[in-house]
T-cell receptor, first 114, second 109 residues
Framework: ETGVTQTPRHLVMGMTNKKSLKCEQHLGHNAMYWYKQSAKKPLELMFVYSLEERVENNSVPSRFSPECPNSSHLFLHLHTLQPEDSALYLC?????????????FGPGTRLTVL | GQNIDQPTEMTATEGAIVQINCTYQTSGFNGLFWYQQHAGEAPTFLSYNVLDGLEEKGRFSSFLSRSKGYSYLLLKELQMKDSASYLCAVSDSNYQLIWGAGTKLIIKP
């Protein structure tokens, strides 16, 4: 257990569905992240929140919409996804958003888009 | 552009030693991380190097040479549970993490 939980662990959705991924951290951290992990590719940073404010958005398509209602919770809302969006979506948290702080990851949501 | 290179896959024998290399080309350097990721699980932190040299932590050691843009992770007395992917990541001048694609380590009895 890393102190970061994600639900659901697996999700299958059609291209017209709307779904949300949830992440919760129990570590008292101030920064939270969404990553996309595809096979044999580096982790892709999607969004970073620090103290509930989005500080980075790495040109992610608008069909992905993040929400951070407080410093412990992070959501990723999904809408009209494409098959190439199928991947493992990882949430992480760190004490601050400085790149020298260890990031603690959740187990991920395995997303399949049909 | 920024780039992290590590081998895609390595195979080693239980009880042996294996070295996983990572080379990087980034705009600036503020430290290098190694993470372990078992299949279907979260990546977990192994080590952080910001100064040149070797850091030892039990069976795992991590080495850094900033002048060469090079690091390695050394795993001794390999156990079957060490079968996992090992991710190298560098913090650049903006303190953003640049990730490698990971090295899948297969341990054979």
């Amino acid at each position: 257990e890393t102190g970061v939980t994600q639900t659901p662990r697996h999700l299958v959705m059609g291209m017209t569905n709307k779904k949300s991924l949830k992440c919760e951290q129990h570590l008292g951290h101030n920064a939270m992240y969404w990553y996309k992990q595809s096979a044999k590719k580096p982790l892709e940073l999607m969004f970073v929140y620090s103290l509930e404010e989005r500080v980075e958005n790495n040109s992610v398509p608008s069909r992905f919409s993040p929400e951070c209602p407080n410093s412990s919770h992070l959501f990723l809302h999904l809408h009209t996804l494409q098959p190439e969006d199928s991947a493992l979506y990882l949430c992480a948290s760190s004490q601050t958003r400085a790149g020298v702080d260890t990031q603690y990851f959740g187990p991920g949501t395995r997303l399949t888009v049909l | 552009g920024q780039n992290i290179d590590q081998p895609t896959e390595m195979t080693a024998t239980e009880g042996a030693i294996v070295q996983i290399n990572c080379t990087y080309q980034t705009s600036g350097f503020n430290g290098l991380f190694w993470y372990q990721q078992h299949a279907g699980e979260a990546p977990t932190f192994l080590s952080y190097n910001v100064l040149d040299g070797l850091e030892e932590k039990g069976r795992f050691s991590s080495f850094l040479s900033r002048s060469k843009g090079y690091s390695y992770l050394l795993l001794k007395e390999l156990q079957m549970k060490d079968s996992a992917s090992y991710l190298c990541a560098v913090s650049d001048s903006n303190y953003q993490l640049i990730w490698g694609a990971g090295t899948k380590l297969i341990i054979k009895p």
